[in-house]
């Protein structure tokens, strides 16, 4: 039964007989008798057919949700287990936004797994909004994301603080302007983040704060990644918002540089969210190692 759940839960996930037969390493024949076999025992579908699509059906959805408490508590159950032994093994799934993934975390991970070498990590990259709903459908066990949006069920915890400053390709002419007055931003042309991306959502509130609308300013294309933004900026004379983390090997190697804006500061935290009043060991091991990679108390 445990493999069949395996089967069942890897197919709703991908909604795909042949994915799910290549991740599992067993023929698609298989998969689709191991479901068969699991709708035999419920006396119900799992899965809409249509053509070569597949949905779940509501039982499907029902199935899944236990199917997802049932792993997860087998996930609990190894790593406990094994820290009996000093042994501590065990599969940690962690999803960070995509500043964050790109030019914070690696460092981290690297030296955690040195120290837990038998704990293995899967990384899922997304904006702010895709870690946040992977969290609450229990996809990962961990977010580190760059907004807040406050959602009811996710516990935020700050830990490390980050600034939003305006860059632009060198070769720029307002680079030679010692500040960026409110005017001259509505002249310039800007390229953003895509919606659902924390970073914007932080630009936002910023610019609300000094009666500005992202929509009074003249955005000639929306990216969904921080590297294709830079990659914008290099060959334009377009400006971004950006983290300054982000860009500190483009201002070393003297690539873009920052402007300073008229009566505008954006600063913001990096959360670590997990679903509020869930906790288990292992998330709690790794927490301790980001807050002593930084040396924070969380």
């Given amino acids: 039964m445990d493999f069949r759940l395996k089967v069942f839960y890897t197919v709703a996930l991908r909604l795909n007989f042949t994915k799910a037969a290549t991740e599992l390493y067993i023929s ?5 008798k191991h479901i068969q076999e699991l709708e035999e025992t419920y006396k119900t579908k799992l899965f809409e057919r249509n053509g070569s699509k597949i949905a779940l059906t509501p039982a499907g959805e029902i199935l899944l949700r236990h199917t997802k408490n049932i792993f997860e508590i087998y996930r ?3 790593f406990d287990m094994s820290s009996f032994m000093n042994e501590r093994q065990g599969l940690l799934r962690l999803g960070a936004s995509t500043t964050i993934a790109q030019y914070l975390i690696s460092p981290v991970l690297a030296r955690f797994h040195q120290k837990q070498k038998d ?14 709903n992977a969290l609450i459908n229990k ?8 907004g807040q949006s406050k959602n009811q069920s996710i516990k935020y915890i700050p830990f490390l603080k980050d600034e939003l400053v ?3 390709n060198t070769k720029n002419p307002l680079v030679k302007k010692n500040e960026i007055s409110l005017e001259d931003l509505k002249t310039m042309k800007f390229i953003t983040r895509e919606r659902g991306s924390g970073t914007l959502e932080v630009i936002e509130f910023a610019l609300k704060q000094i009666g500005f609308r992202i929509t009074d300013l003249q955005i000639e294309m929306q990216l969904g990644s921080t590297e294709s933004i830079k990659s914008y900026l ?9 983290s300054i983390h982000a860009v500190d ?4 190697n003297n690539e873009l540089m920052v402007l300073d804006v008229e009566n505008l500061s954006v600063e913001r935290y990096f959360y670590i969210i997990t679903l509020l009043g869930k906790s288990d060991s292992l998330s709690e091991l790794f927490i301790q190692n980001i807050s002593s990679y930084y040396n924070l108390e969380l």
């Fill in 28 to 32: 698609q024949p298989a998969v689709s």
């Fill in 76 to 78: 609990e159950i190894d």
């Fill in 119 to 132: 704990i293995k990590v899967n990384l899922l990259n997304g904006n702010t909004e895709q870690i946040e």
């Fill in 139 to 146: 996809e990962i066990e961990i977010g580190i994301v760059e």
């Fill in 166 to 168: 305006l860059v632009c």
């Fill in 234 to 242: 290099l060959n334009s004379d377009c400006f971004a918002f950006m």
């Fill in 249 to 252: 090997k483009e201002l070393k």
